[in-house]
C-alpha cells in the first residue's frame, strides 16, 4: 500500500513541477514584448536537402534521396530571442538500393525430363518512394550579430505516399552433366534482364521532428523613401538544418519483396514474378524513422515595428 502510494505522490509531483515549467515558458513568451523592441516579419522560405529513411533490412539495403520544400510564415524578434511558426509544403523522393539476390528451384525436371535446379537472380532492385506532406515547424533561438541559431519541433502530415518498385529478372538452367549453365535462351525458358515494376500507394503515419537550423544574415536594407516615415527593414538568411522523425513513419509489412514461381512450369516461368516495394514487407526489422539534412534560404519581410512597452519600464 505504501509503495502505490509513493508512486502517486511522485506522479503528483512531476505533474505539478511540469505545470510550473510549462507556466514559467508561457509567461517569459508573454513578457517578452515588454523586454525590448518587436520586430514581427512575414517569412518565406524554400529549402533542398537529402532525405532517407533510417531502418534495419534483413537485406543490407542503402537508402537516399532528394527532398524539397516551400514555406511562410511569421517571426518575432525581441532583443537577441526569435520565435518563428509558418506551414511548410514538402515533398521528398526516397530510394533504397536493395543488393543482388538469387533463388532458385532444386530438382525439377525440364520438358524433356532432364534433372536441374532453376535459379533467379534478381538485379538492379530499387524501391522509390515519393511523400508530400504539410509540415507545420515551431522554432526558437538566437542571434549574435550577423549568425543566428533556431531550435524546435516539426509536425509532418503526410498527404499522399507512392511507392515504385523496379527490378531485373534474369534465369538461368543448372544442370549437373552439364559444365555451364543455360542462360539467355528464351525458347528454353531462361531469360535475361526482364524488367519487372510494382507500383503501390503507401501510407506513412504522422511525424514529430526535431529540428535545428544554423545560418547567416547576408542581407539587410531599409524601403524608408520619406522623412518621418517607419522603417520597414527585409533580411534575407542562408542556413544549414536538420531533421529527425522520432515516430514510426510505416507499419511493419508481412509480405515477402519477391515472389516466385515455386513449381516448374514448361511452358511459362516469368508471368508468377512479382515484387513488393520493401517496406511493406517481412525484411523490415526496425522501425522506419525520417532524417533530413539540408539547405534553406529564407526572406523575411518586414511588418510595421511595434514601440517597446512603456508601461513595463
Avoid at 85 to 114: A, M
Avoid at 137 to 145: A, D, S
Avoid at 234 to 256: C, E
Wanted: glycine fraction near 8%; proline fraction near 3%.
Amino acid at each position: 500500500m505504501c509503495h502505490r502510494k509513493n508512486i502517486y505522490v511522485k506522479k503528483v509531483n512531476k505533474f505539478f513541477v511540469m505545470k510550473r515549467y510549462i507556466l514559467y515558458i508561457v509567461s517569459l513568451l508573454l513578457c517578452l514584448p515588454c523586454t525590448g523592441q518587436v520586430k514581427s516579419y512575414v517569412s518565406l522560405w524554400s529549402e533542398v536537402a537529402e532525405s532517407s529513411l533510417m531502418t534495419k533490412l534483413d537485406k543490407s539495403a542503402i537508402s537516399g534521396g532528394a527532398g524539397f520544400g516551400i514555406g511562410a510564415g511569421y517571426e518575432m524578434s525581441v532583443n537577441r530571442f526569435i520565435l518563428s511558426t509558418g506551414l511548410q509544403i514538402d515533398v521528398s523522393h526516397t530510394v533504397f538500393r536493395v543488393p543482388d539476390t538469387e533463388s532458385k528451384l532444386s530438382g525439377v525436371y525440364d520438358d524433356e525430363g532432364d534433372l536441374l535446379n532453376y535459379v533467379f537472380m534478381q538485379t538492379n532492385r530499387k524501391d522509390a518512394y515519393t511523400n508530400l506532406s504539410f509540415q507545420l515547424p515551431v522554432m526558437i533561438g538566437t542571434h549574435v550579430n550577423n549568425f543566428y541559431f533556431l531550435a524546435g519541433a516539426k509536425l509532418s502530415i503526410s498527404m499522399l505516399g507512392r511507392s515504385n518498385a523496379k527490378a531485373q529478372i534474369s534465369s538461368a538452367g543448372d544442370y549437373d552433366k552439364f559444365i555451364d549453365d543455360f542462360t539467355d535462351m528464351p525458347e528454353h525458358l531462361y531469360y535475361s534482364g526482364m524488367p519487372v515494376t510494382t507500383k503501390s500507394s503507401v501510407s506513412f503515419r504522422p511525424d514529430i521532428m526535431p529540428s535545428v537550423e544554423l545560418g547567416y544574415v547576408f542581407g539587410e536594407y531599409s524601403s524608408e523613401k520619406g522623412f518621418d516615415v517607419p522603417k520597414y527593414k527585409n533580411m534575407y538568411r542562408i542556413a544549414v538544418f536538420a531533421d529527425y522523425g522520432l515516430l514510426n513513419r510505416v507499419s511493419r509489412g508481412t509480405k515477402q519483396s519477391i515472389v516466385l514461381p515455386e513449381t516448374f512450369n514448361t511452358e511459362d516461368m516469368s508471368s508468377g514474378v512479382k515484387i513488393t516495394d520493401i517496406l511493406s514487407t517481412n525484411e523490415i526489422t526496425a522501425d522506419v524513422h525520417g532524417l533530413t539534412i539540408g539547405i534553406k534560404f529564407t526572406a523575411l519581410i518586414g511588418l510595421k515595428e511595434k514601440k517597446a512597452c512603456v508601461i513595463c519600464r
